[in-house]
């Protein structure tokens, strides 16, 4: 696969082509709501397209037929406010067709030359990894490592993988419903008190891999507002702080400092070494890209979708098949439910044991890096946790 077709502008047309008047799963902004007289009861879903107000039928959502093609609305007015409602529609949803073998697909994700290849593989299984099942991993590199490119494809071609800088709790929320699969938080430092204790619960919830996140801080009649996580993962992305800092502003930068034991143990920490603070380990260069998509191009890049949706629903099945044996765990239960996740989406990438132990290996020497930075940097508290903070 050409990898001039992952550049950002590429996908972009692609994504503009493929989503014209497409609603998406990320279009819903709320629950069902009933419109009428007890008599002539109309049940819609609502959501915002194109800085407008929709109301969908409520049998296209509950036939699962999202996404779909509008082709016709009508303006409909709804308790003062007016909303465009879907009269007609069509099925454009992606099929899943096997074009490729899972290595080969995400060696074809972003081909790009990278200083440490081995470890921007895994890289790219790890993201997969969190689309296709439930994990909540932090990693830090220096910048342009290329870390938080492939969740941006992602989100491009799926629709439902978001990317926050500075998170705030109503950034979150606003994210935090059936259709969102990856949330990636970066740009985690300098954070208000306040912010650092929205944030933690945020964290706490998902790394129990709770199914609703509450948010204790409001509330009507006694009960607590809620968000669905049920499908969430969470990539959270750091660079190194500038060695020119002294070690008070470095640790402003650092979750490690930033969080309490409690949170630093439910999200699986790994470090990946590759480029400096002015050299970034992609070696490739992005320049501005003005050339139309042409319909090869277009079919290229949807073959990949397809091959990447194939997988999606069948990887789980295909990993079980393989009987490679994993050596490694993790004594921190939270931690090693993340690990083994990551390890079954390896297994659809290895052909043999031996190469099976050599990415787990690699997998598992990134994560004790992380502890070993952290540890060289002069942290007092010791990163293995309590048993209660373990179970």
């Keep these: 696969m050409n990898k001039e077709l992952w550049h950002y502008d590429r996908l972009s047309q692609w994504e503009n082509q493929y989503y014209k008047n497409v609603m ?27 800085k407008k107000l929709w109301v969908i039928p409520s049998e296209i959502i509950d ?57 921007y593989i895994l890289w790219k299984i790890i993201v997969d990894c969190a689309y296709n ?110 060695s020119n800092k002294d070690f008070d502003a470095q640790k402003e930068e650092l979750f490690d400092f930033i969080f309490h034991p409690k949170i630093r143990s439910r999200i699986f920490p790994i470090m ?13 260069r992005f320049p501005h890209v003005t050339a139309k998509l042409t319909q090869e191009q277009h079919d290229e890049i949807t073959n990949w979708l397809r091959n990447f949706i194939y997988y999606e629903q069948n990887g789980r099945e295909l990993a079980g098949k393989k009987e490679f044996k994993n050596g490694y765990f993790m004594k921190n239960n939270r931690w090693d439910r993340n690990f083994q996740a990551i390890c079954e989406r390896i297994k659809l990438y290895c052909d043999t044991q031996e190469e099976f132990d050599k990415m787990t290996k690699l997998l598992y020497d990134c994560h004790q890096a992380y502890l070993d930075y952290v540890k060289n940097m002069g942290k007092d508290e010791p990163m293995i946790v309590t048993e209660e903070q373990m179970i």
């Excluded at 996404?67 to 609305?73: E, R, V």
């Design 24 to 50: 998406l799963p990320v279009n819903l902004t709320g629950d069902e709501i009933a419109v009428g007289t007890d008599d002539d009861k109309q049940f819609f879903y609502v959501a915002k397209k194109d």
């Design 63 to 119: 036939k699962g037929e999202i996404p779909f093609l509008i082709k016709n609305s009508a303006k409909m007015g709804i308790r003062g406010k007016v909303f465009q409602a879907v009269t007609n529609y069509q099925d454009v949803s992606i099929k899943s067709d096997k074009t490729m073998s899972y290595k080969e697909m995400i060696d074809n994700w972003m081909d790009y030359e990278h200083e440490v290849r081995e470890k």
């Design 133 to 242: 099942s439930r994990v909540n991993v932090r990693v830090i590199t220096h910048p342009g490592w290329m870390k938080d490119s492939p969740l941006f494809t992602l989100g491009r071609l799926k629709g439902n993988c978001f990317a926050v800088n500075r998170p705030t709790l109503a950034k979150l929320k606003y994210l935090m419903n059936d259709s969102t699969r990856i949330l990636g938080l970066n740009e985690i430092q300098k954070l208000k008190t306040e912010e650092i204790e929205h944030l933690a619960k945020f964290y706490e919830d998902i790394g129990d891999f709770k199914t609703q996140y509450v948010n204790p801080s409001r509330s009507s009649a006694g009960v607590s507002e809620m968000c669905n996580i049920s499908n969430i993962s969470t990539l959270t992305f750091s660079n190194f702080p500038a």
């Design 272 to 284: 990946f070494d590759g480029g400096t603070e002015t050299e970034p380990a992609c070696k490739e």
